[in-house]
């Protein structure tokens, strides 16, 4: 597993209250983590509405990147720390490009020092 600190455009660390945003990287294929509705999930649909509306090429990479975060911390909702979910990390990835390219870096990054099998799908 892997640390990813989020930086924003400019490569600057994304901060919330103090801390930095970060979520843990894990290998494709470790066990995933139980299925929970956050509030997280139905803010982010909420606010945005692009999770429902989101491309098909996009909806699957987002769950393909989904099963390799296995945590975050510094994420708040209304204040409070976000409960981390698979479905929240779904519809944060959703709504972030920025932040789901980082961690598809990452992913790749891993299985490039041989620590994870590429699952990429070739076509």
Same mark, same amino acid.
């Given at each position: 597993?892997?640390?990813?600190?989020? =930086?924003? !455009?400019? $490569?600057?660390?994304?901060?919330?209250?103090?801390?930095?945003?970060?979520?843990?990287?894990?290998?494709? $294929?470790?066990?995933?983590?139980?299925?929970? /509705?956050?509030?997280?999930?139905?803010?982010?649909?909420?606010?945005?509405?692009?999770? *429902?509306?989101? =491309?098909?090429?996009?909806?699957?990479?987002? !769950?393909?990147?989904?099963?390799?975060?296995?945590?975050?911390?510094?994420?708040?909702?209304? $204040?409070?720390?976000?409960?981390?979910?698979?479905?929240?990390?779904?519809?944060?990835? /959703?709504?972030?490009?920025?932040? *789901?390219?980082?961690?598809?870096d990452a992913v790749?990054?891993?299985?490039?020092?041989?620590?994870?099998?590429?699952? *990429?799908? /070739?076509?």
């Amino acid at each position: 597993m892997m640390i990813l600190h989020l =930086r924003d !455009e400019n $490569g600057k660390p994304v901060m919330s209250n103090g801390k930095p945003l970060t979520m843990t990287i894990a290998p494709p $294929g470790t066990p995933p983590l139980p299925v929970r /509705t956050s509030d997280a999930l139905v803010w982010f649909t909420k606010k945005g509405r692009r999770a *429902r509306g989101a =491309r098909e090429e996009v909806r699957v990479e987002v !769950e393909r990147l989904a099963d390799s975060v296995h945590g975050w911390d510094g994420f708040l909702f209304r $204040g409070q720390p976000l409960s981390f979910s698979r479905s929240a990390v779904i519809a944060f990835l /959703t709504q972030a490009p920025l932040a *789901r390219q980082q961690v598809a870096d990452a992913v790749a990054d891993i299985a490039q020092l041989g620590l994870l099998p590429d699952k *990429r799908e /070739t076509r």
